[in-house]
């Protein structure tokens, strides 16, 4: 009876998350999205032959020529059709993050109950809908993240290198999965990564021509120059380099947008913190269960909040550690097993930080980097729940 129960539980789970994806879909194929719209124009200029990245765009194109070409059928589709299939492709690929969530933490064999699938996403739901209503591309590329851990774990190296690559090209977070992957010695993905990258990098010469190619990648690599100094202070920029930006703005004002401080006490703060947990990584034991895995959460934790512009629909990636932080304090709980208070503290305080509503609280909360505080605490409870496991196996 337990066994169809559970069953039962889990088909209502996906149901729900059928139901909260048509809502998503619905609102993301009617209204304007200021990111797809970005990505529909690139693909537009594909077919026209123009050039991709023009100095003069207000906003810029930031990809490499190889995705530019990859919008390129959806900009031979009316506007708002194109919406709904770019709609379709995150919708699969929220699907398949908390899939790939799943099988990273507890293993293939393993069926998440119904509470592991509907309960991360409702914690994550701020940063998730961001997605959908701007038309955004983090989610498909946190779903390559995992999955490109999952298959170099199950040595199936070509595709887990693809995927990286991929993943790597459109942001920069992904590199933390490549170090993730070189502390447990995945070198042979790692080595298809780089064929694959050079591969992505190489192959719209079919498009463009050798000429076109080279001028196309070189206004590429100008267009993400010229982003290092935009956006710094920006309310829904929620990296580290931001938060310190922010600060400073209360005391030097507009200066803080170009002075070199921020930069560089942010991300030395983030280079600290990734050193940190990767050492924590390579000190955590390889097996495959969620205490291994808890030092992989923390750089999950890390990632939205590692580039110096990093969006505050980023912190999607936060489904990962809530999975398992809800994992240990839920499913097992109710399995018999306890977690410290410390932990509680620090989740519940995590979920809270971003759940600000109106529009001056709301604003307050992105002022004072409310979501890169939040990822901060999930880290400090995730490591609090792998020191808890270490103490009782010692």
Not at 104 to 110: A, C, P, T
Not at 112 to 133: G, K, T
Request: charged share 10%.
């Amino acid at each position: 009876m337990k066994t169809i129960d559970a069953t039962r539980a889990r088909q209502l789970a996906w149901i729900a998350i059928g139901v909260y994806l048509v809502g998503l879909g619905i609102s993301a194929t009617f209204r304007a999205q200021g990111d797809f719209n970005v990505y529909y124009r690139a693909g537009h200029r594909v077919l026209l032959g123009h050039a991709i990245y023009p100095a003069d765009d207000s906003d810029r194109f930031l990809y490499a020529p190889i995705f530019a070409i990859a919008f390129a059928p959806l900009a031979l589709l009316p506007r708002h059709l194109a919406q709904f299939v770019f709609f379709a492709i995150n919708a699969f690929s929220l699907i398949e993050l908390i899939l790939g969530a799943g099988v990273i933490l507890f293993g293939r064999e393993r069926k998440l109950p119904a509470a592991l699938i509907v309960v991360p996403v409702l914690l994550s739901f701020r940063f998730i809908d961001n997605n959908f209503d701007h038309g955004q591309i983090n989610l498909p590329t946190l779903a390559l993240i995992l999955w490109a851990i999952i298959y170099a774990d199950e040595s199936r190296d070509a595709w887990a290198g693809l995927m990286l690559a991929a993943a790597m090209l459109i942001k920069p977070f992904a590199i933390l999965a490549a170090v993730h992957l070189a502390i447990r010695r995945h070198f042979a993905t790692l080595g298809w990564a780089v064929v694959a990258g050079i591969t992505l990098l190489v192959v719209p010469i079919v498009i463009f021509g050798p000429h076109g190619l080279i001028a196309q990648t070189s206004a590429y690599v100008t267009a993400i120059a010229s982003m290092t100094n935009r956006y710094r202070t920006m309310l829904t920029n929620q990296s580290a380099v931001s938060a310190v930006a922010r600060l400073l703005s209360l005391r030097i004002g507009t200066d803080a947008e170009t002075s070199p401080t921020a930069t560089i006490v942010g991300m030395g703060l983030e280079i600290i913190l990734v050193a940190a947990v990767s050492l924590w990584d390579w000190m955590s034991d390889a097996r495959e269960n969620l205490a291994g895995r808890l030092a992989l959460c923390g750089l999950f934790c890390l990632m939205p909040s590692f580039a110096p512009i990093s969006w505050k629909s980023y912190y999607a990636a936060m489904l990962v550690p809530y999975m398992a932080l809800t994992a240990a304090l839920v499913t097992d709980r109710a399995a018999g097993k306890s977690a410290p208070k410390e932990v509680w503290t620090l989740f519940v305080l995590s979920v809270v930080l971003n759940l600000a509503t109106g529009n001056y609280l709301n604003r307050v909360a992105l002022f004072y980097s409310a979501h890169f505080i939040s990822s901060l605490l999930a880290l400090a409870a995730v490591f609090a729940l792998w020191f808890t496991n270490e103490a009782a196996l010692a």
